[in-house]
Nanobody, 121 residues
Framework: QVQLVESGGGLVQTGGSLRLSCEAS????????MAWYRQALGKQRELVAA???????NYADSVKGRFTISRDNAKYTVYLQMSSLKPEDTAVYYC???????????????WGQGTQVTVSS
């Protein structure tokens, strides 16, 4: 099993910045893709950004140029640096990881508990 602990959400004014973190622990041999998703009230969950284990990144069009995803493989941690925040970025943000387990080398798909980001106008 793998556990994910998210941190860094909160309330910020339009134009402000926040940094989200998500640390994985447990039966981990390797983490493949690490990603951030978000779900606004009344909307479907959407991909915000993803990073592969060789550093390739992918971003939603709505956050390109404002958000940066990064990872620390030694710490099993993924970060999301969010800048120039807008009210439409308000949502619950979830981290998601694809893990290769250390004991049996199966893969698993895990989600964090979610952290609220609120951008006031």
């Amino acid at each position: 099993q793998v556990q994910l602990v998210e941190s860094g959400g909160g309330l910020v004014q339009t134009g402000g910045s926040l940094r989200l973190s998500c640390e994985a622990s447990g039966s981990i041999f390797r983490i493949n893709t690490m990603a951030w998703y978000r779900q606004a009230l009344g909307k479907q969950r959407e991909l915000v950004a993803a990073v592969t284990n060789n550093g390739m990144t992918n971003y939603a069009d709505s956050v390109k140029g404002r958000f940066t995803i990064s990872r620390d493989n030694a710490k099993y941690t993924v970060y999301l640096q969010m800048s120039s925040l807008k009210p439409e970025d308000t949502a619950v943000y979830y981290c998601n990881v694809i893990v290769v387990h250390s004991s049996v080398f199966t893969t698993g798909d895990y989600w964090g508990q979610g952290t609220q980001v609120t951008v006031s106008s």
